[in-house]
């Protein structure tokens, strides 16, 4: 099992930038992909941005242009640039890691809280 373990969230005001990092350890397996979700109260958990070793990345919709993602895939680890950062950003953001014939495997999260 994939242990990945979150940081960097906290609460930034509306514009401002926030930098999240995640890093996977526990295994010897190759990740192929890594990514963020995230979920804000009463709604479902939704892709933010993913990333595969391969360096394809795919991001939601709402946050093009604002949100960069980056991994080191020697270091396992996923990073999260936000900026321009708007209040309904605010959320639990999850890190996940992906092994090939693996179903994924989750971070506890980190909350993201942008004030207006």
């Known amino acids: 099992q994939v242990q990945l373990v979150e940081s960097g969230g906290g609460l930034a005001q509306a514009g401002g930038s926030l930098r999240l990092s995640c890093a996977a350890s526990g295994t010897t397996l190759p990740i192929i992909a890594m990514g963020w979700y995230r979920q804000a109260p009463g709604k479902q958990r939704e892709l933010v941005a993913s990333?595969?070793?391969?360096?394809?990345?795919n991001y939601a919709e709402a946050v093009q242009g604002r949100i960069t993602i980056s991994n080191v895939s020697e270091k396992n680890s996923v990073y999260l640039q936000m900026t321009s950062l708007k209040p309904e950003d605010t959320a639990v953001y999850y890190c996940?890691?992906?092994?090939?014939?693996?179903?994924?495997?989750w971070g506890r999260g980190t909350q993201v809280t942008v004030s207006s």
């Open positions: 996940y890691a992906k092994r090939a014939r693996f179903s994924e495997s």
């Open positions: 990333s595969t070793s391969s360096g394809s990345t």
